[in-house]
């Protein structure tokens, strides 16, 4: 080695010629040094029939996907057993699990995996490519995001796609297909088997139909309730008009907060209290009002971010009587947790002592999902 060595640094200093001896010996050590990382390569070289060598498959390590907030553990493996899945049928050998597990806690990164440390992930384990992958979720919609690093530098590159359950394994699969490049086998020759067996499209087609523990994965999502939410609790701010549509013409505005509990998707039940400046017999009056509210959300399209919330509630105002309020408006999220609702179309009746005022509401929320 300290022969090598010299050689090398005489080579680099451009002094005089290499003799053959020292050639030789540079050699043999160039030979050593590509058969021990050809060893540590994850490849798979299997023996066939007849001395028939398969070909080596460049390694692969899928790191396990994270997840946002409010995403079922059964995704990330859904997700991670078809990224593994896809890399095998792209012609890659995927890195063992527990292996994984190994290098992911040796490199101490925090998810999603930044495309710096999936490289890093890489070259840990001795692997052509690394995978990540991150999941959330947008109007009702799984959104997927797939980056892949290279040991060689090409890269990182970045997918992401929009799915629902039914369609997420052919988004995954399209993801994969999109950022892996084709590999390069060490060897050509290939057992009888392999050459009789089908095209890479035909592999690809029956990857659709999954192998059975990814179709275990895919029956236990499709067992889940899709519409149930991912976020279950809604904080709302209000403020509202409300003007006096019956012989007796009045003003009333209110401004209060909203809490609510998400049923499923579209159903929310909640409880609201606020402050309420009233018109009173001689001058303007302060109160109180609380009252229970049942929401239904109905979206305007498939894939639209519009929906049209239908709410009736019943509440009490002290020392007035009972109020009851029935709102249909507009709701637009501004992102996956903020959103504005404005109730258009407001009646609402307040029985006060006996007697039933009627007025048409006018009201803007904001509220943040979590």
Known sequence: MTTTTAVAARLRRGSKPVSLRAGALLGVAMCLARANAAAQQPTSETSAPGGAMSAVRPGVIVARPSTAAGIERVVADFVLAELQQAAALAGYLPVAEPQVQGLLAQLGASLPLSPADLWRLAYLAHAHRAIGAHVWAEQGR??????VASLDGRGPFVRRAAAGPAELRTVVAGLVRELLPTPQPVHEVQPPA???GPAPASRWEEHMHGPPEVDAL???????????PRQRWIVALQTEAAVGASAQKFYNHLLGARIA?????????GAYLGYANLRGRDSRVHN???????EDRVQVAPGNKVHIPIRGAVGYLPR????????????YPFNDSVGIVVDIVTPTFWIVRGSTLFSLDFAIEIDWRF
Do not use: C, T
């Open 288 to 294: 109180l009002l609380g009252y229970l509210q049942l």
């Open 261 to 269: 509990y998400r049923l499923s998707k579209e159903l929310s039940l």
């Open 218 to 228: 895919q029956r236990e999502m499709d067992a889940q309730s899709y519409r149930a």
């Open 194 to 196: 392999a050459r009789q």
């Open 320 to 331: 007035n009587g009972v109020v009851l309020r029935l709102g249909a408006g507009v709701s």
């Open 142 to 147: 799984y959104v997927v995001e797939v980056a």
